[in-house]
């Protein structure tokens, strides 16, 4: 895609501007009566996890793995009598490329804006004073939609580099009986986590498989709220001239989309094969940072 091709899509889906300053993005699609109508998708009472364990070794993938350190009392301190307590400490690079993780709308700068037109200058060094992940401090709560390209390729992963396109969307949902609509979280898996479990970790900072640019006008269309995926949602390498994150620019910038990226749904595709749905409840609860860029999240499917 040339730059004046991207540019021009761009113009196509970003949301109009809102009349006095940024809002809180394409969440605020969700409404009360969306939140109750994804309710009525619990039936079996089945829950699970969507976020992959954290990684706290170096790999190709995570050259600054989390780190997590013991500092209170552990096996050789530990007394006989009297009160202690075990403790430890945890840190971590929150936009990597091993860990799940949510993106704020304060993480894309695009043309020294970020999304709704908001100064990129409210990113500071001490945190964002705007569109950070405090937008979703209450979670983020929904129908979620997993729509599995592997599935429908009839492999079990993509390939580093495979993009996924609109029509590919669409057939999936027509392939699993389900229609994304508005106000949902919709989940696209590539098979990124099972290829790494089976083959091992690999540079996927430069080589991994994700959406093609043209599908946001899928996304834009049924006015979703929130996008994730089992990789980072961009391909790469980036097909798009002077854009190494295309879908990243169009989904956070211009449409106001939470993004989730290095979800894991190796657990949850079985449940929804074996009740043949793939609708759900469910809830994404970041941690409450007030001026972060993002945040480790751990999204709870309920079927």
Known sequence: MSAAEFRALYERVRRPPTPGGPTCGAIDLITPAHVAAAAREVRSGRHVSLAAPVETNTGPDNPQPAGHLMTGAVEGTIGDS?????????????????DSHIDALCHVIYEGTLHDGASASSVKADGATALSIALAADGIVGRGVLLDIPRLRGVPWLEPGDQVSADELAAAEAAQHVRVGEGDLLFVRVGHRRRRTELGPWTSA??????????????????????????????????????????????????????????????????????????????????????????????????
């Open 82 to 98: 009297g009160l202690q307590f075990a403790r430890d400490h945890f840190d971590m690079n929150v936009h990597g490329d091993a």
């Open 206 to 303: 430069t080589a991994r498989a994700g959406l093609e640019p043209g599908a946001v006008e899928f996304l834009a269309e049924r006015r979703v709220s929130v996008l994730g995926s089992d990789g980072n949602n961009d391909a790469a390498p980036s097909t798009t001239e002077g854009v190494d994150f295309p879908i990243h620019v169009l989904a956070v910038h211009g449409l106001g989309l939470h993004l989730l990226d290095y979800l894991q749904f190796e657990d949850l595709v079985p449940m929804c094969e074996a009740e043949d749905r793939w609708s759900f409840l469910c809830v994404i609860a970041p941690l409450r940072l007030p001026q972060a860029t993002g945040s480790p999240v751990n999204p709870i499917a309920l079927l």
